[in-house]
């Protein structure tokens, strides 16, 4: 009797690890389906959710960081038609981003619309000195008259410079050549970023995921043009303008949840009027969370000839050697017909003949390299920099005589890092409100599936053992 209830017992352990073991195996489809469900009613964009909140006005600071190549040889350069020779100065520090976004319309078709306010506010504390330090750069006029205006009326641009005692380079104080200063040639405004403060970047219509979680925060029209299909109106030279907008572009904020980091990112950039894509490197922990670390690919830049999506953003043959040029982007297009090239940061990834043309670049892939880390499971962008290196063209002319050139010269202006990362406070939060509960959901799963095959298996084990033992008795 005694034996049959010790089998009877061990059987019944069995049965019972059994059970918890398959309880612990039901709770992984079932606990992941629970964190799907969860995190897709958060990361809709509608009034309520977590997602809602961070969108509408950004949580973290973010900064854009700015430095000036300083020309240090300008004479030599004008009578003698030497290489430039810069110094990089700066960071000058602006706090951007800071203003919720205006004009917020939910739509019928699951999208919604707004208008991104701009605004940037000097931080003297994170900058190298003031805005009025002087630097000695290109002058915009006169470098964007000499390739706007054809050739054959290069004489009245002649008789105009030398009306307006103006010159290829300049004098100006950092603020005066970033937001804007009275130029004498024009008799306007004109600054590399201006106008700025109090404008507005969109309209925007993106996707709020409600019928579609795949499609949160996709956008759908900026300024009023449907994307990935054409921006027509913007850029009539190629027939590869649908390649503008890459498919489901984001504005780089956040992406859809359960991130799959064989796929890249893409999002959209309107400093650039266009999308990008970003490719997975590696797993990073930050402040405690895991993300995926994306870094821009390098076929982003790459010429026509490598990389065709490209081929809208050649529009100068001689300046672009027949569209070989790697490195530089060609926007005038859509900066109202502004001469603008923009490259990574000391021309990264760019053809020898870039950096060859101008002395003191020095590119770095870790300090002039775009990044995004995004944490898989919500699709939120913890931590991110963008770079971008702002330049204009000047070359050789037969009537224009400020010059003694004889190639086309692509000169940097100004580089910008515009970063932000999420704080200890926010961390905390996310790590409390997510992380925790998805590691704890998980440490129950493998306790509860751990125990119960322990259990299982050692009263089967000693069931046997005691089956054994009686049948030698018997």
């Given at each position: 009797m005694g034996c049959c209830n010790r089998r009877c017992g061990l059987i019944a352990g069995a049965v019972l690890g059994a059970v918890v073991a398959i309880l612990g195996g039901i709770l992984i489809p079932v606990g992941n389906i629970v964190i799907e469900g969860t995190v897709e009613k958060e990361a809709v964009i509608e009034s309520g959710t977590t997602a809602y909140d961070n969108w509408v006005s950004t949580g973290a600071n973010v900064y854009r960081q700015l430095w000036i190549f300083d020309l240090k040889n300008p004479i030599e350069v004008l009578q003698y038609g030497a290489r430039p020779v810069v110094v990089e100065k700066g960071p000058y520090t602006y706090r951007i981003r800071y203003l919720p976004k205006e004009n917020i319309t939910f739509n019928p078709n699951n999208t919604v619309?707004?208008?991104?306010?701009?605004?940037a506010i000097f931080e003297p504390s994170m900058s190298v000195g003031s805005e009025e330090d002087n630097v000695t750069s290109l002058n915009l006029a006169v470098a964007g008259a000499y390739s706007l205006v054809p050739p054959l009326l290069h004489f009245v641009l002649e008789n105009r410079i030398k009306a307006s005692?103006?010159?290829?380079?300049?004098?100006?104080?950092?603020?005066?050549?970033?937001?804007?200063?009275?130029?004498?040639?024009?008799?306007?405004?004109?600054?590399?970023?201006?106008?700025y403060n109090g404008t507005y970047d969109g309209y925007y219509n993106v996707y709020n995921g409600k019928d579609d979680i795949s499609k949160v925060g996709i956008?759908?029209?900026?300024?009023?043009?449907?994307?990935?299909?054409?921006?027509?109106?913007?850029?009539?030279?190629?027939?590869?303008?649908?390649?503008?907008?890459?498919?489901?572009?984001?504005?780089?904020?956040?992406?859809?949840p359960f991130v799959d980091k064989k796929k890249p990112l893409y999002f959209f950039s309107s400093d650039i009027c266009r999308s990008v894509s970003a490719g997975y490197e590696k797993k990073l922990n930050l402040k405690g969370i895991e993300v995926y670390h994306y870094t821009l690919q390098p076929s982003t830049l790459a010429s026509p000839t490598v990389n065709p999506d490209n081929q809208c953003f050649c529009r100068d043959m001689k300046t672009t050697k027949n569209c070989t040029l790697a490195g530089v982007l060609d926007i005038s297009s859509c900066q109202d017909g502004r001469p603008i090239y923009i490259s990574l940061p000391h021309f990264l990834h760019g053809s020898p003949s870039l950096q060859?043309?101008?002395?003191?670049?020095?590119?770095n892939e870790e300090h002039h390299?775009?990044?995004?880390?995004?944490?898989?499971?919500?699709?939120?962008t913890l931590r991110f920099a963008k770079r971008i290196q702002v330049n204009m063209m000047y070359g050789p002319s037969k009537v224009i005589t400020y010059v003694k050139v004889k190639d086309y010269t692509i000169f940097p202006l100004v580089w910008l890092n515009e970063t932000a990362t999420l704080d200890d406070e926010t961390a905390d939060m996310f790590k409390r409100e997510l992380t925790s509960r998805i590691q704890m959901l998980d440490i129950i799963q493998k306790t509860l599936l751990g125990v119960g095959v322990?259990?299982?298996?050692?009263?089967?084990?000693?069931?046997?053992?005691v089956w054994r033992g009686e049948g030698k008795l018997a």
């Amino acid at each position: 009797m005694g034996c049959c209830n010790r089998r009877c017992g061990l059987i019944a352990g069995a049965v019972l690890g059994a059970v918890v073991a398959i309880l612990g195996g039901i709770l992984i489809p079932v606990g992941n389906i629970v964190i799907e469900g969860t995190v897709e009613k958060e990361a809709v964009i509608e009034s309520g959710t977590t997602a809602y909140d961070n969108w509408v006005s950004t949580g973290a600071n973010v900064y854009r960081q700015l430095w000036i190549f300083d020309l240090k040889n300008p004479i030599e350069v004008l009578q003698y038609g030497a290489r430039p020779v810069v110094v990089e100065k700066g960071p000058y520090t602006y706090r951007i981003r800071y203003l919720p976004k205006e004009n917020i319309t939910f739509n019928p078709n699951n999208t919604v619309s707004f208008l991104l306010p701009q605004g940037a506010i000097f931080e003297p504390s994170m900058s190298v000195g003031s805005e009025e330090d002087n630097v000695t750069s290109l002058n915009l006029a006169v470098a964007g008259a000499y390739s706007l205006v054809p050739p054959l009326l290069h004489f009245v641009l002649e008789n105009r410079i030398k009306a307006s005692n103006s010159s290829l380079f300049q004098r100006r104080t950092v603020k005066e050549l970033l937001w804007g200063y009275t130029d004498p040639l024009l008799n306007g405004t004109i600054g590399v970023f201006s106008p700025y403060n109090g404008t507005y970047d969109g309209y925007y219509n993106v996707y709020n995921g409600k019928d579609d979680i795949s499609k949160v925060g996709i956008i759908d029209r900026w300024r009023g043009e449907e994307t990935p299909f054409s921006l027509d109106n913007i850029y009539k030279t190629s027939s590869a303008l649908n390649n503008v907008f890459l498919p489901f572009s984001s504005d780089a904020s956040s992406f859809p949840p359960f991130v799959d980091k064989k796929k890249p990112l893409y999002f959209f950039s309107s400093d650039i009027c266009r999308s990008v894509s970003a490719g997975y490197e590696k797993k990073l922990n930050l402040k405690g969370i895991e993300v995926y670390h994306y870094t821009l690919q390098p076929s982003t830049l790459a010429s026509p000839t490598v990389n065709p999506d490209n081929q809208c953003f050649c529009r100068d043959m001689k300046t672009t050697k027949n569209c070989t040029l790697a490195g530089v982007l060609d926007i005038s297009s859509c900066q109202d017909g502004r001469p603008i090239y923009i490259s990574l940061p000391h021309f990264l990834h760019g053809s020898p003949s870039l950096q060859d043309q101008v002395v003191g670049l020095n590119p770095n892939e870790e300090h002039h390299n775009t990044f995004l880390d995004v944490e898989p499971t919500t699709g939120f962008t913890l931590r991110f920099a963008k770079r971008i290196q702002v330049n204009m063209m000047y070359g050789p002319s037969k009537v224009i005589t400020y010059v003694k050139v004889k190639d086309y010269t692509i000169f940097p202006l100004v580089w910008l890092n515009e970063t932000a990362t999420l704080d200890d406070e926010t961390a905390d939060m996310f790590k409390r409100e997510l992380t925790s509960r998805i590691q704890m959901l998980d440490i129950i799963q493998k306790t509860l599936l751990g125990v119960g095959v322990s259990v299982f298996c050692l009263c089967l084990i000693s069931y046997f053992v005691v089956w054994r033992g009686e049948g030698k008795l018997a």
